[in-house]
């Protein structure tokens, strides 16, 4: 259940994905070569640099959205891209790092359109490989020594902390009504924990208020848990054109996802169905649709949907409020709407 994007294309309009492609990119290509020669061949496969012959590739290096989220509030508190060019670095590395991990714990075999990293180097080289990213991204934070340096790394690893309990917590998800709440908490810890680093580092660097610091973290909150909703949603109905990975991996895994949970607590007719077929040991084409109808029959879907749209209003609310310039505070409401309706 892994929180990903896939192409770049539908935010080029914007100024903070651009700013990102001439100014991150490569300065993550550069930190990334010079790892060790294997692990940097696996790493610049998985971030898209190159192909599995070792070739120069293209197009399959993500949306960059966490670098472009703190790069857009960057400009709108009055910094330079370079101010917070190491932070937004490490944030993609550690996210990298974590899709890296996931591939390999989900079983999934394609990542962006290409075979996982793990498909073409082995489980092992891919776990050192996430290991590696996670590690040069700690490293540029604590080298990093400009204004907020404490705050900074120190939130930096809290986050990292979090994105692991989260990642252990998806675990104990069970089909009963608490399960919403453990979902919720988890989500809130695996997705958003980044997102509200991302979206509040360039705050403590330009010394703003604690307000509008408080208002982007809860912007970055409501955010993640939107996406990861919208994420699960597409999982099992959304276009493996658009995503980069076949549809229904999670329902195949029988991963409680929020439509599931939310179909499965409806008590309702298809929502007791669903809970009877859900635990048989059936992986069919067939079985998979008809579990992706009972889900939608059961209110499953649009219960999804409309608390992913009331959590986007949400994060666009929170932003409204962190003292962002005006043309900040548009960029970032159309990158939050494009993040999570992968307007692509």
């Given amino acids: 259940m892994s929180t990903d994007v896939t192409s770049s294309a539908g935010l080029q309009d914007l100024l903070s994905p651009r700013v990102v492609r001439s100014t991150v990119l490569p300065f993550i290509q550069q930190q990334v070569s010079e790892l060790e020669s294997t692990l940097s061949r696996v790493c610049r496969y998985h971030l898209g640099f190159i192909d599995e012959h070792g070739d120069p590739s293209s197009g399959g290096d993500?949306?960059?959205?966490?670098?472009?989220l703190m790069m857009a509030v960057a400009d709108g508190v009055g910094l330079r891209p370079e101010d917070v060019r190491s932070q937004a670095a490490a944030v993609e590395l550690l996210h990298n790092a974590t899709l890296l991990h996931d591939d390999i714990a989900d079983s999934d075999e394609l990542r962006r359109g290409r075979p996982a990293a793990w498909k073409v180097f082995g489980v092992s080289l891919a776990i050192h490989a996430g290991n590696a990213l996670q590690a040069l991204g700690l490293r540029l934070v604590v080298d990093d020594s400009g204004p907020g340096h404490n705050e900074i790394a120190g939130s930096f690893t809290e986050a990292l902390g979090l994105v692991h309990a989260g990642q252990a917590r998806e675990l104990t998800i069970r089909p009963d009504s608490a399960g919403l709440a453990v979902y919720e908490h988890m989500v809130m810890e695996k997705a958003s924990a980044l997102?509200?680093?991302?979206?509040?580092?360039p705050a403590i660097r330009a010394g703003k208020p604690e307000k509008d610091l408080a208002a982007l973290r809860e912007a970055g909150r409501h955010l993640g848990i939107a996406l990861q909703i919208s994420n699960d949603v597409e999982d099992i109905w959304g276009d493996p054109a658009v995503?980069?990975?076949?549809?229904?991996g999670d329902i195949t895994r029988r991963n409680l996802t929020f439509p599931v949970l939310a179909a499965l607590s409806a008590d309702n007719p298809p929502g007791d169905h669903l809970g009877r077929l859900w635990q048989a040991d059936n992986t069919t084409a067939e079985h998979l649709q008809t579990l992706a109808d009972l889900i939608d029959e059961a209110g499953g879907r649009k219960t999804a949907e409309r608390l992913s749209r009331g959590h986007l209003d949400s994060a666009v609310e929170n932003l409204g409020r962190a003292g962002l310039s005006p043309t900040a505070t548009a960029e970032l409401t159309t990158l939050f709407d494009r993040i999570v309706n992968r307007a692509v």
């Fill in 62 to 68: 993500g949306k960059l959205t966490r670098a472009s």
């Fill in 243 to 248: 995503t980069g990975k076949p549809i229904r």
């Fill in 195 to 201: 997102l509200e680093w991302s979206l509040g580092t």
